[in-house]
């Protein structure tokens, strides 16, 4: 009976060993799907309230081209941040964010709304947290 039931348990350890191998196999390219990432970008101060948009482009370390990327337009003026929700796997990436708002004409004497645009780069780590990104108070 030993010969019998060894060989009725074969093939489930084989399906076992099969599954355990595929498993093995398939975790370090699941770490390469894209997944939901959440960036959060603090806005300058002095844009607040301000009119205008947010552009932002994503690049993966060690890439030409950017991966993907989104426009935030604010006409009713600017919150302190925006958040947005997009689709990328993890690792390291270089955000491209351009900053186009129209300020007050008091501002520096001129009539009419003064044009702001500022363009910055930051380094990230796309985990599938937030990723909360300072975009410091630089003057025009």
Sequence with gaps: MNELSAGRLRPIYARGL??????SALIPLS???PRAQTLVLELPSRLHGASGKVEVA??????????????????????RTARQEITAP???????VSLEFRGEAGQRGKEGPVAVRNDMSREVSFTGTDIRVILEDTPP
């Design 18 to 23: 099969f599954l355990a191998g595929l498993a």
């Design 31 to 33: 770490r390469r799907l």
């Design 58 to 79: 994503y690049t993966r370390a060690g890439d030409s081209e950017p991966l993907g990327g989104y426009t935030l337009a604010f006409p009713n003026g600017a919150p």
């Design 90 to 96: 993890d690792g390291r990436y270089r955000l491209d």
